[in-house]
T-cell receptor
Framework: QKEVEQNSGPLSVPEGAIASLNCTYS??????FFWYRQYSGKSPELIMF????GDKEDGRFTAQLNKASQYVSLLIRDSQPSDSATYLC??????????????FGTGTQLKVEL | DAGVIQSPRHEVTEMGQEVTLRCKPI?????LFWYRQTMMRGLELLIY????????DSGMPEDRFSAKMPNASFSTLKIQPSEPRDSAVYFC?????????????FGPGTRLTVL
């Protein structure tokens, strides 16, 4: 069974610090990786996606992918209280894993403290 | 442009009743996904459609659940009969697939409570 694992948290960081969110997945054949943010009572919204090994930066967010280690992470620089939310890692396991569907982790709750 | 539209936003029903959830995807999107989210199990994919055709329904929990997509702009998820353990938030999402998985846009969700 294809699985995506995340630490549920909460992860608490002070305002201005770097928040590091981690995700592991079970299938080496996985093709694409997504980070969604979900505020309490709201629907998930896409933060970043990454397909290739290495880093991908977008503003204060950096996604890191290491396919050999089956590991993907999200770094949030200069964390703000508005970043407090649950972050969901999602993986597409490719054609053998069901086509275009995504498998989501259970999410990591991030709290940015003043 | 309007995002994914779901109705109703909240539904409270009694055990044994039929529940129908509705979804209108973003115009032009060709993939539609139904998810269920609970505290215990997180966000689970129930079924997804590509070009109105069900592709993967392996996440549908049992025969009490059924989903249809009669056209590109409308889908329903039906639970009959409903049970208290079906209480959850149900999300519909849509995307435009061009051979690689693309961003899924989520609707606001339907919060279902079965008493």
């Amino acid at each position: 069974q294809k699985e995506v694992e995340q630490n549920s948290g909460p992860l608490s960081v002070p305002e201005g610090a770097i928040a590091s969110l981690n995700c592991t997945y079970s299938d080496r054949g996985s093709q694409s990786f997504f980070w969604y943010r979900q505020y309490s009572g709201k629907s998930p919204e896409l933060i970043m996606f990454i397909y290739s090994n290495g880093d991908k930066e977008d503003g204060r967010f950096t996604a890191q992918l290491n396919k050999a280690s089956q590991y993907v992470s999200l770094l949030i620089r200069d964390s703000q209280p508005s970043d407090s939310a649950t972050y969901l890692c999602a993986v597409n396991f490719g054609l053998t894993g069901g086509g275009n569907k995504l498998t989501f982790g259970t999410g990591t709750q991030l709290k940015v403290e003043l | 442009d309007a995002g994914v539209i779901q109705s109703p936003r909240h539904e409270v029903t009694e055990m044994g009743q039929e529940v129908t959830l509705r979804c209108k995807p973003i115009s032009g999107h060709n993939s539609l996904f139904w998810y269920r989210q609970t505290m215990m199990r997180g966000l689970e994919l129930l079924i997804y459609f590509n070009n109105n055709v069900p592709i993967d329904d392996s996440g549908m929990p049992e025969d009490r659940f059924s989903a249809k997509m009669p056209n590109a702009s409308f889908s329903t998820l039906k639970i009959q009969p409903s049970e208290p353990r079906d209480s959850a938030v149900y999300f519909c999402a849509s995307s435009l697939e061009r051979g690689v998985p693309n961003e899924q846009f989520f609707g606001p969700g339907t919060r279902l409570t079965v008493l």
